[in-house]
C-alpha cells in the first residue's frame, strides 16, 4: 500500500476509465500532476491485467479526446510496484491553457481544473482567465518540460563564428524563461530537441519505394547542417555540351537547397507534433513543414518577401550564426535560382501546414517557348548584368558561382556577352573584371 494520499497533484484509478481523461485535463489546465492507473484510492496496489490494451486506450483517449493536442505535456510508463505493474501518467502543466474535453466543448462541462484532491468543473470566469493568460506568450518563451539540457552539438557552430556561448551568453539570446528555467527556444537548440525531420528518397515520381531514408534529432542546428548533406549527397551533377564547352550543372541549385531548409525550419510551429518532411523524388524536392502563415499574411504577402517570424528569438539567432543574411529574402533567392526554367518553385498552404516543391532543372520537362537552352543562356546573361549593376563590376568567379557553372562555361558566357556588345573586359590575369556597356543600348 503507498502511503501517499490523493492531492491536488496525485491522482489513483483502480483501472482504466473514460474519467481518467477529465483528470489529464485537469491537471494540465493546474500544475501538473500523476495519475497512477492500477492503485486503489486508499493507495492499494491492484495492478493492471490487460496492461497493453490499457496503455493503448489512454494514449488513444489524449490524444483524440483533448483539446488542444497535449502529446508533448503527458507522459506514460509502465511501473513496477509491490512486484505488480501499474501506469503512471504524468502531467505537466500546459502551456496552451484551457485544455478541453472534445466532445463538450470550451465550457465548464469540457474544462476541468483541480480543486484540493478532487476534479472539478472550472469555472466561466478561470476559463476566460486562461485564455488570456496562454495568449501572453510564444512557444519559445515557454517553460520546457525538460530541464536537464545540454548544447554540445549547438556549440560548435557559435565556436566557427567566433562567438562565445557560456551560460551568460544562452541567457542574453534568451534561453530562459523569467523563473530562470529553461525554455523551449533552449530546447530546440539543446541536444535532447524531440522535433525531427524525416528525409527520404524515392525512385520515381510516388512514395512507394524507397531508395534512401533519415531521421534527424538534436538541435536544430545540427539538422541543419545534417539534413543539407544529405540532400547535397543525392543532389546530382549533370552535364551538358555547348560547341566545345563542358556545362556542369545540379539538378537543384545548391542556394535554392540551403534557403528551402532554413525556411523550413526558422518558420515551423513547434507546438504542434509531428516531423518536417522532406522528400526528394526523380523529378522534384518537397518540404513540408507544420504551421500556416503567421499574423494574417496572405500567399501573395509571402511571394513579395514580406516575412514574419514566428520563432523570433530563434531567427535572431541564426542571423547571429551568420545563416540567415536578411529577414524575407529567403524564398526571393529561391525564385532567383530558377529563374527562366520552364517549373517554377511552389508553394502550397493550409492552416496548420506549409509545403514547398523544387523542381528537378535536368529532369526531362517541356522546354520554355520551345527553346529550354536559349532561355538558360538568357537566364544567365541576366544574372550577370544583375552583379555588375549591383557592385559596378563582377569577376569570372562570381560568375560561376552565382550561375552555378563551370570556369570553362563562365569564361564562354562572359566572352559572349563581350562579343555582343552587353559588357565590357578590363584589366587582366587575376586582376580581370568586367563592367557594362554604357552605349550597348
Known sequence: MLS???????????????????????????????????????????????????????????????????????????????????????????????????????????????HGAATVPASQAAILQMIRDSASDSFEERRSLLQELSFEQSAPFFQNQGLAFGSEQRRTMHFFNADGLYNNLALLLSDQCRHSMRLAVFQGGEKILFRDRRELNGSLLKQLEESHAFLQQHNRLSAEFVGLQRIDRYDYPPEAIREA????????????????????????????????????????????????????NLGEIFYRLRLIEAYGTGLLKIKEAYHGFALQPKIELSANAFKLTLYNRNHSMPPLDGRQETV?????????????????????????????ISQGAANLLLREMCQKGLILRRGAGKKTHYTLNTQAE
Open 261 to 312: 531548409l532554413l525556411n523550413l525550419i526558422v518558420h515551423r510551429d513547434y507546438s504542434l507534433a509531428g516531423s518536417s518532411l522532406v522528400s526528394l523524388f526523380d523529378n522534384r524536392l518537397e518540404l513540408v513543414g507544420l504551421g500556416g502563415l503567421v499574423g494574417g499574411l496572405s500567399l501573395e504577402d509571402v511571394n513579395l518577401g514580406v516575412s514574419l517570424f514566428r520563432n523570433r
Open 376 to 404: 538558360q543562356a538568357a537566364d544567365r546573361e541576366h544574372v550577370v548584368m544583375r552583379l555588375i549593376k549591383r557592385s559596378g563590376l563582377t569577376s569570372r568567379r562570381e560568375v560561376e558561382l552565382a550561375c552555378d
Open 4 to 114: 501517499l494520499p490523493e492531492s491536488s497533484r496525485l491522482e489513483y484509478k483502480r483501472d482504466y476509465s473514460d474519467n481518467i481523461r477529465r483528470c489529464v485535463i485537469a491537471f494540465a489546465n493546474s500544475d501538473g500532476g500523476k495519475i497512477y492507473v492500477g492503485i486503489e484510492d486508499d493507495g492499494r496496489v491492484c495492478g493492471l491485467p490487460a496492461l497493453d490494451e490499457s496503455l493503448l486506450r489512454i494514449s488513444n483517449s489524449i490524444r483524440n479526446s483533448i483539446v488542444p493536442d497535449l502529446s508533448m505535456f503527458t507522459r506514460c510508463e509502465v511501473l513496477q510496484i509491490e512486484d505488480k505493474q501499474v501506469i503512471c501518467i504524468e502531467v505537466e502543466r500546459g502551456t496552451a491553457r484551457p485544455y478541453y474535453w472534445r466532445e463538450k466543448g470550451l465550457r465548464p462541462e469540457g474544462v476541468f481544473v483541480r
